[in-house]
């Protein structure tokens, strides 16, 4: 097993939180043997550019200035760190939407992973602000780790102890399986991994589709589900997991973020690893995605893995 992160990107805006996210991931980054990259994006207006001037300066000075600045501002958060930390840390700005330019710097400075500093709003303020992490966390070409960095620990000195890793058994949902088990791998002795499946809540089905089947009740249903899914996950720990790694399987039910999360909560968890669909449009907004969810309300780290789309399939 080898460590899966070698370059690190971690977006700034020079914020609180950022600073937190900061001290994590150079702290983690050293731990592991990484490369940090610091990125900043600038989002000038669009009257910026172009043959726009004002009386006093044009788009192109006014961009000029603002790299300038935003350069300087990334140094003087370096400064912050110790000198260990601080060594070989890249710095970069780019101009543009945060989400789209996260996802194209990440792609051509070959990162392994992006960390995203997460805020937990929920309700109308998210709404209205939209959420970047979540765009990014549908469409990094990487797996991407999202947290409230000052409120949680540095892993160890190796990594996280304890991964969960939520699955619903597909061949799609496995995508982080793969990433835990190299990151498991990482730490001496390796870490425990959680593997966690949540049967939904039967009472948020429609109706209908129980009339259709009237010997099937409620315990039935479960006991039958939690059977298969053991099997399941048992067959899939004897053909991925390696023998050193110690994978225990969790099947549980009700709602699948709420009970994902009360688990991590619980357990000694130290990072979550999910896998979202990256799904966008109608379709995701008719999927919905439990990584998202996680990513936004987990009690600690969540790690989100993009899995392939299934053949013929579009985003």
Same mark, same amino acid.
């Given at each position: +097993?080898?460590?899966?992160?070698?370059? @690190?990107?971690?977006?700034?805006?020079?914020?609180?939180?950022?600073?937190?996210?900061?001290?994590?991931?150079?702290?983690? =980054?050293?731990?592991?043997?990484?490369?940090?990259?610091?990125?900043?994006? @600038?989002?000038?207006?669009?009257?910026?550019?172009? %043959?726009?001037?004002?009386?006093?300066?044009?788009?192109?000075?006014?961009? !000029?200035? !603002?790299?300038?600045?935003?350069?300087?501002?990334?140094? %003087?958060?370096?400064?912050? $760190?110790?000198?260990?930390?601080?060594?070989?840390?890249?710095?970069?700005?780019?101009?543009?939407? /945060?989400?789209?330019? #996260?996802?194209?710097?990440?792609?051509?400075?070959?990162?392994?992973? @992006?960390?995203? /500093?997460?805020?937990?709003?929920?309700?109308?303020?998210? +709404?209205? +602000?939209?959420?970047?992490?979540?765009? &990014?966390?549908?469409? =990094?070409?990487?797996?991407? $780790?999202?947290?409230?960095?000052?409120?949680?620990?540095?892993?160890?000195?190796?990594?996280?102890?304890?991964?969960?890793?939520?699955? %619903?058994?597909?061949?799609? /949902?496995?995508?982080?399986?793969?990433?835990? #088990?190299?990151?498991?791998?990482?730490?001496?002795?390796?870490?425990?991994?959680?593997?966690?499946?949540?049967?939904?809540?039967?009472?948020? $089905?429609?109706?209908?589709?129980?009339?259709?089947?009237?010997?099937?009740?409620?315990?039935?249903?479960?006991?039958?589900?939690?059977?298969?899914?053991?099997?399941?996950?048992?067959? &899939?720990?004897?053909?991925?997991?390696?023998?050193?790694?110690?994978?225990? #399987?969790?099947?549980?039910?009700? %709602?699948?973020?709420?009970?994902?999360?009360?688990?991590?909560?619980?357990?000694?968890?130290?990072?979550?690893? /999910?896998?979202?669909?990256?799904?966008?449009?109608?379709?995701?907004? +008719?999927?919905?995605?439990?990584?998202?969810?996680? =990513?936004?309300?987990?009690?600690?780290?969540?790690?989100? =893995?993009?899995?392939? $789309?299934?053949?013929?399939?579009?985003?």
């Amino acid at each position: +097993m080898t460590n899966p992160v070698h370059r @690190i990107l971690l977006p700034s805006d020079f914020s609180e939180g950022s600073r937190e996210a900061l001290k994590f991931a150079a702290t983690y =980054a050293h731990q592991i043997g990484a490369e940090l990259r610091l990125l900043h994006v @600038i989002d000038l207006p669009h009257f910026a550019y172009g %043959d726009f001037e004002t009386t006093t300066v044009s788009g192109e000075t006014l961009h !000029s200035q !603002s790299v300038q600045q935003a350069r300087r501002r990334l140094r %003087d958060e370096l400064k912050h $760190l110790p000198d260990v930390l601080r060594q070989g840390t890249e710095c970069a700005v780019r101009t543009g939407g /945060a989400a789209q330019e #996260i996802t194209a710097e990440a792609e051509s400075a070959n990162c392994d992973l @992006i960390l995203l /500093a997460t805020h937990g709003r929920t309700g109308l303020k998210r +709404m209205l +602000m939209g959420s970047v992490a979540e765009r &990014i966390v549908r469409t =990094a070409p990487c797996p991407v $780790l999202t947290g409230k960095f000052g409120a949680v620990p540095v892993p160890g000195a190796t990594g996280p102890a304890r991964i969960l890793v939520a699955t %619903d058994t597909s061949e799609l /949902a496995l995508a982080g399986l793969q990433y835990a #088990i190299g990151l498991a791998g990482v730490h001496t002795p390796p870490a425990e991994l959680d593997l966690v499946y949540v049967l939904e809540d039967i009472t948020t $089905l429609p109706a209908v589709e129980w009339q259709e089947f009237p010997d099937i009740t409620p315990e039935l249903f479960y006991a039958r589900g939690e059977e298969r899914a053991t099997a399941k996950l048992r067959e &899939i720990i004897q053909q991925q997991v390696p023998d050193e790694v110690n994978c225990t #399987i969790h099947v549980l039910r009700g %709602d699948p973020v709420t009970r994902l999360i009360d688990f991590a909560g619980s357990n000694g968890t130290e990072l979550v690893v /999910a896998t979202t669909h990256g799904w966008t449009g109608l379709r995701h907004v +008719m999927v919905g995605s439990v990584a998202e969810k996680l =990513a936004r309300l987990s009690p600690c780290p969540v790690l989100t =893995a993009k899995s392939p $789309l299934p053949d013929g399939a579009v985003a």
